[in-house]
């Protein structure tokens, strides 16, 4: 072990490496020795670094099992903002990594593949955001944080699924908001709060695959079950969930629950946690409507334990961002974190 950690230092620093190679593969495509225990050297480079590996609910469960903290959104950027671990190791998708950036510029912030992006993201492209914002500017623009820096730095407040409800009762009822970008959570929180919030049109690929059909005769098949489910899934799924809530809330009703059976609708990842946390509960994955027999994120599962070494060995792709876009893009998530600590919300 002493010796390949030698040798990889060495490499480290003979070694140039292509930055532009990064970018085209978005991690460090280097063999490593197949028989290195990838936890045992991981753990290692948290202590000699001073890392902190933040891990997302749908990321594999052995980068879960190797994380120091894992958290839905809110609960990873409360934890990114509160640090004092030199290097943050995001294991998430971009624009989580690019928020621990936005809250910790001094801090080294790595990204295990820098092409882990985010299909819901991705539906909002800043100049058009921005020139539909600009038809409206009587409106609030509240952001889900599942959203790139420029939304961001274009938006009054953000939100997680954990706290969008406690963020929309802090305002008053009268006022004007446009919600973007995801439509089916914007959706849902109008029907719940009563509100006629103006909604961009984006979605979660892998929220909206599920296919309501295959859920009502799994309900059949198990008639215990009941069915959870994630706001950015579609309406009609929302519609006979027997409880709707965050990545967090849906682990916590699990685990407090009565009941001994779920069909979970949301990313697979979770299910790790809540088959940890609760042995002798069943957890059921929603299935999808395609010929897919998986409903993973794609873009979270290109983590992978070998990617997360070599990222915090080599230290990179490392997240940079212009500063200007950062001081933007930090006041809207400030106020979040503001108005969650207010309402005692930890996710
Ligand atoms: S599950 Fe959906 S919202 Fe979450 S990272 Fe994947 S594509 Fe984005």
Redesign the pocket.
Known sequence: MFYINVLLNTITRDMNIDISKIEATGFLDIDINPTIDLFADINKLKKEKNAIVLAHY?QEPDIQDVADYIGDSLGLAQKAANTDADIIVFAG?HFMAETAKILNPTKKVLLPDLKAG????DSAPANLFKAFKDKHPEHLVISYI?CTADIKALSDIICTSSNAEAILNSLPKDQKIIFAPDKNLGGYLNKKTGRNMLLWNGA????EIFSLEKITKLKIRHPKAQLISHP?CEEAVLNISDYVGSTTQLLKYAQTSDVNEFIVAT?TGILHQMQISTPNKTFIPAPPNNSCACND?P??KLNTLEKLYICMQYELPEITMNETLRIAAKKPIDRMLEISKAAGLVG
């Open positions: 749908y998708v985010c299909s819901l993201a599942n979660c690929m892998v929220h950015e990313e994120c873009h979270m």
